[in-house]
């Protein structure tokens, strides 16, 4: 299947339509979106062996330069490797999710997802943050200190303590959005310069050389960027290096 000509044509401006390289292409809602923030840091350790199997990424979001600058300054996503929109028309071009719509303007239909309404998953994603997931891999090392506003700093060796090691342990993936939610807030205009699109999900691709969809998600409710958020990046298995593979 071939991928939406407006997606090509948006990937063109970076991309060498002649390239031999298969292209990850994630767009993303708002830069301030939960899911945009927490889907840029599952990325980055994995950039090394993104490269080393010949994939190209690149990010699409809606927001300004000052956003993305202080996105990817938080996350450590390549700022060279995030193309802005100013609205969701690439989104509706698309057929993507723009959100539970209700009377009232953005925030009425947003606060509404965020109970589940017109956002199935929602609720059961949160609840796997507190309770733990021995499907996924634990976030915070033993000797690091933890900040996540308005929790004092702690030893991430409280998680070993508590749950054990090897593992995502009860309150880790809670804690690691909370710090993530104290950076968006405290920063809210710089993230999302106008609220009109605070519901607008996104989607993944993976594209051969030629255009064509390897692979495709698109989301359906608030934390939910990928299909199985345990193990998010599964689904590059076997486009990488088998000693890299380690999703």
Known sequence: MQ???????????ITDATSRLNR????????????????????VPRLPDL????????????????????FCAFTEFPRERVLLEENAALHCA?????????PGGPWPGFLLMCAGVGSPGTLQEVFRG?????????????????RAWPLPAFSGSMFARAGGRGFQRPFELATFRLRNMGEVLGHWRTYVPVDDHIAQR??????????????EHKETHLLGFAADMSRP??????????ESVSL
């Open 202 to 215: 996104g989607a993944t691709y993976l594209l051969n050389p030629q255009g064509e969809v390897l692979y």
């Open 51 to 70: 490269e080393a199997a010949g994939i190209t990424l690149t990010a699409i979001a809606i927001g300004n330069d000052s956003g993305a600058d202080r």
């Open 3 to 13: 991928a939406p000509e407006a997606l090509l044509n948006r990937i063109g401006e």
């Open 94 to 102: 698309l057929g993507l999710y723009s959100g539970f719509q209700a």
């Open 233 to 242: 990046l599964q689904f590059l298995e076997p486009y990488l290096d088998a």
């Open 24 to 43: 990850l292409v994630i767009v993303m809602g708002q830069l301030g979106d939960f899911d945009s923030m927490e889907y840029a840091q599952a990325l």
């Open 130 to 146: 507190y309770r733990g997931d021995r499907r996924a891999e634990s976030i915070f090392e033993d000797e690091e200190m933890v």
